[in-house]
């Protein structure tokens, strides 16, 4: 069993910046891929980006490449979430997940646990 906590979102304004942290307890967190998703109103949950327990490799969603960084802190425990140059169209509650698989899966059903969520909200 794995318990993350997400934190760290806000409302800011377009072209910003903010770093979202995820904190697990629980089991090895060392041992788990994370996965970073968002969730728009009336739209389905959607991957962001992913980051192998393997060697730290990464896949981001096409949309974020280049303004989001995700990286993790095994001896935190902890995955971040880097967002640059945000936009209103980037505004969700991101969640972060975790599976026991290396590969960066970008589909949601594949993740084993995942936190509350924290909404990021950015403004024109």
């Known amino acids: 069993q794995v318990q993350l906590v997400e934190s760290g979102g806000g409302l800011v304004q377009a072209g910003d910046s903010l770093t979202l942290s995820c904190a697990a307890s629980?089991?090895?967190?060392?041992?788990?891929?994370v996965g970073w998703f968002r969730q728009a109103p009336g739209k389905e949950r959607e991957f962001v980006a992913a980051?192998?327990?393997?060697?730290?490799?990464?896949n981001y969603r096409d949309s974020v490449k280049g303004r989001l960084t995700i990286s993790r802190d095994n001896a935190k425990n902890t995955a971040y979430l880097q967002m640059n140059s945000l936009q209103p169209e980037d505004t969700a509650v991101y969640y972060c997940?975790?599976?026991?698989?290396?590969?960066?899966?970008?589909?949601?059903?594949?993740?084993?646990?995942w936190g509350q969520g924290t909404q990021v909200t950015v403004s024109s």
């Open positions: 997940a975790v599976r026991r698989y290396s590969d960066t899966s970008p589909a949601p059903a594949t993740y084993a646990y």
């Open positions: 629980g089991r090895s967190f060392s041992s788990y891929t």
């Open positions: 980051i192998s327990w393997l060697d730290n490799r990464t």
